[in-house]
């Protein structure tokens, strides 16, 4: 029998994020090594385990993965988070990439100097209240459903949700011109795997702190400065 997913990357949330958040809605469990040290980076580096000199890697089921687009992507169809049809998929895919690239403007954001992070904190609830929100907002109304693609859970679901709650951490009631979304969010948040990944004490990661920036920086020997976009 195969062994749980393991996982390697930061005590943080950053790219690898969403792929706990997805292996945590398939019910699956799985190990973390975090990188602490250039040592460990260095040792996965000579030992061939990252293909493109760089994490998130995911061990799993004989592989050793890079890409986070390419572990989500395995990780959806392994676990029948990925629809029902090529079709269905091509929908999860936009709508997974609408998803990202919100998340895009969030993942640097603790790398920015404080005034920085103002700046691109307006700039994310402005790209969600005026492009993505809408979007999805729109998809979920035009078909009177509870999921994203087919009526079922999947993927996409999953990838929303986070997006969601990442941006409620900038702006507490971003969602109030949005009752679909608001809707969709206390529907998919309480799905017994997700609502068990948001308790306490999951391996669900809090939002990134100095002491994660300054590990981030050290391990791949970051000594430049971040700008907002």
């Known amino acids: 029998m195969a062994g749980k997913p393991k996982l390697y990357y930061f005590d943080g949330r950053g790219k690898m994020e969403s792929v706990r958040w997805l292996l945590a ?23 061939g385990s990252l293909l493109f000199q760089q994490v998130p890697m995911v061990e ?7 890409q986070t687009r390419a572990i989500l992507s395995y990780i959806a169809a392994k676990y029948n988070l990925y629809g029902k049809d090529l079709k269905e998929r091509a929908l999860i895919d936009m709508y997974v990439g609408g998803t990202d690239d919100l998340m895009g403007f969030i993942l ?28 999805y907002e729109k998809v ?7 999921f994203l693609v087919g009526n079922n859970f999947s993927w996409a ?16 009631d971003v969602l109030s011109g949005f009752p679909q979304l608001q809707a969709f969010k206390a ?4 799905i017994p795997t997700i609502k068990k990944f948001l308790q306490p004490g999951s391996q669900r990661k809090p ?8 590990t981030v920086r050290r391990v791949l020997r970051m000594y430049y400065d971040m700008k907002a976009n």
């Open 25 to 47: 809605a398939a019910g699956v469990e799985f190990e973390e090594e975090f990188l602490e040290t250039r040592e460990q980076y260095e040792k996965l580096l000579q030992g």
């Open 60 to 66: 799993i089921d004989g592989m050793k993965m890079v």
């Open 108 to 135: 640097l954001f603790p790398f920015l100097s404080a005034e920085d992070k103002e700046k691109q904190r307006a700039v994310i609830v402005e790209k969600a209240t005026s492009r993505y929100f809408p979007a």
């Open 140 to 146: 979920l109304k035009d078909h009177g459903q509870d």
């Open 157 to 172: 679901d999953v990838h929303l949700l986070e997006a969601i709650l990442m941006v409620e951490e900038k702006k507490s």
């Open 187 to 190: 529907r998919i948040s309480s």
């Open 207 to 214: 939002i990134s702190d100095d002491k994660y920036v300054e």
